[in-house]
């Protein structure tokens, strides 16, 4: 029984840290200045390193939101 509670609080804890790190990366991301330099300025590879943090970012919290839920 006590191995099974230890199960339930790390994933916990790693969903948590999951989410924090995904919030972070969205942060970071907004003071990075994501928008491009310019609207026409939309070629994929630019556009694509620019909004790798938000894509990253969403990603993590999800799978900690969904790691916190299966605990």
């Known amino acids: 029984m006590g191995r ?3 199960t339930r609080s790390r994933k916990r804890r790693i969903g ?8 972070s990366l969205w942060f970071g991301a907004v003071l ?3 928008t ?3 609207d026409r300025d939309v ?3 630019h556009f694509e390193a ?7 970012g969403g990603a993590s919290v999800t799978s900690g939101i969904v790691l916190f839920a299966a605990a």
């Open 4 to 6: 099974r509670f230890l």
């Open 16 to 23: 948590a840290a999951f989410t924090l790190l995904g919030i």
């Open 32 to 34: 990075l200045h994501v």
């Open 36 to 38: 491009p330099l310019a």
């Open 43 to 45: 070629s994929f590879p």
């Open 50 to 56: 620019r909004l790798l943090g938000i894509v990253t």
